[in-house]
């Protein structure tokens, strides 16, 4: 995982995704954790493990805010 305190803006502005800060806010606890697990490099089944829902779920969260991010460059 990454270092403790590395904040999911941060890696997502690394990983060439930017969330605004009013996104950042709207995301749930959940949305906010299975961000974190991927960006740490975790595997949809294993992030869903960790999360206890299944791997699916994780990339229907990863989608939506895939797509939040890219609506968010473009204004």
Do not use: F, Y
């Not at 990454?2 to 990983?15: D, E, F, V």
């Not at 930017?18 to 697990?37: W, Y």
């Amino acid at each position: 995982m990454k270092a403790p305190g590395q904040s999911l803006k941060h890696s997502c502005a690394r990983a060439g995704a930017m969330i605004s800060h009013p996104d950042l806010k709207a995301l749930t606890q959940r949305q906010r954790q299975a961000a974190e697990l991927r960006i740490a490099g975790l595997s949809l089944q294993a992030a869903g493990k960790r999360l206890e829902i299944n791997g699916e779920r994780v990339r229907q969260i990863e989608a939506r805010l895939r797509s939040r991010a890219k609506r968010a460059l473009k204004e």
